[in-house]
C-alpha cells in the first residue's frame, strides 16, 4: 500500500532562515504530489502540486519543491521563511488507485 | 463558492450514540474523501468515493460507513461511537485526471470537530 514519510516532526526556525522538509513515498507508478499547509485553526490549504513535466516546482508564498523520481522524493523548501509560516505542512501522494494518502506533518515554529 | 461544506462543526457524542456527519460540494468533482486527523498521525484516510456509485475502504475503516448519495454528497456514519473516535474530521473532494490516472488537488471542508465521551 501506498505510504508517506514525513521526516520531521518538528522544526523551530528562525525569521530568515532557509527551510527544507523531506517528503518520501513508496509508490513506484504514476503519482501526483502535494505540499499542503494547514493554519492554527484552519482547514489544508493547498502550497503546490507536482502533476508532470518540470520536477522543480513552485507554489504560492514563496515555496517551491523539487521531485526526485529515482529517490521516491517530494522535499518542500523556503529560501527565507516569516513567522507567518508558523504551521503544520502536510506532503500528500494520489495514485492511480484514486486514494489521496497524506504523511504524517511536520510542526513548523518560526521564531520572530 | 462554498467549495466544500461540512456539518456539524462541533460535536459531543456519549459513547455508543451514533451520527452522521454531512459533506457536500459544489465542484462537480467525481471523488470524495473522508478523512481523520489526530496529533503526531497526520490525516488518515477513513473511505473514498472515486466516483458516484463507488466507495472504498482507507487506511483507518474499522467502525465506519459512508454513503455517496448523489455525485454532491458523501456522509461519514459512525454506529456505535467510541472515546478512540474523538477526532477531528475533514472531507474532501478531488477531480480524476483521466481513467486510472491520478486525481487533481484536493479541496478540503472546515472540519468536524468530534469528542466522544
Known amino acids: 500500500a501506498q505510504s508517506v514519510s514525513q521526516h520531521n516532526h518538528h522544526v523551530i526556525l528562525s525569521e530568515a532562515a ?3 522538509l523531506g517528503c518520501n513515498y513508496s509508490y513506484g507508478g504514476t503519482v501526483n504530489l ?3 499547509v494547514q493554519y492554527p485553526g484552519q482547514h489544508l490549504q493547498l502550497l503546490l502540486k507536482y502533476f508532470s513535466g518540470d520536477p522543480l516546482v513552485k507554489g504560492i508564498k514563496g515555496f517551491e519543491a523539487e521531485f526526485i523520481k529515482s529517490k521516491f522524493s517530494f522535499n518542500l523548501r523556503k529560501p527565507s521563511v516569516q513567522w507567518s509560516d508558523t504551521a503544520e505542512y502536510f506532503c500528500a501522494v494520489g495514485d492511480s488507485s484514486y486514494k489521496l494518502i497524506f504523511g504524517s506533518g511536520t510542526r513548523l515554529l518560526v521564531r520572530p | 463558492n462554498a467549495g466544500v461544506t461540512q456539518t456539524p462543526k462541533f460535536q459531543v457524542l456519549k459513547t455508543g450514540q451514533s451520527m ?3 459533506c457536500a460540494q459544489d465542484m462537480n468533482h467525481n471523488s470524495m474523501y473522508w478523512y481523520r486527523q489526530d496529533p503526531g498521525m497526520g490525516l488518515r484516510l477513513i473511505y473514498y468515493s472515486a466516483s458516484e456509485g463507488t466507495t472504498d475502504k482507507g487506511e483507518v475503516p474499522n467502525g465506519y460507513n459512508v454513503s455517496r448519495l448523489n455525485k454532491r454528497e458523501f456522509s461519514l456514519r459512525l454506529e456505535s461511537a467510541a472515546p478512540s473516535q474523538t477526532s477531528v474530521y475533514f ?3 478531488s477531480e480524476i485526471r483521466g481513467q486510472g ?3 487533481t488537488e484536493a479541496f478540503f471542508g472546515q472540519g468536524t470537530r468530534l469528542t466522544v465521551v
Open chain 2, 101 to 103: 490516472m491520478p486525481h
Open chain 1, 18 to 20: 532557509s527551510l527544507e
Open chain 1, 34 to 36: 502535494f505540499w499542503y
Open chain 2, 20 to 22: 452522521t456527519l454531512q
Open chain 2, 91 to 93: 472531507c474532501a473532494s
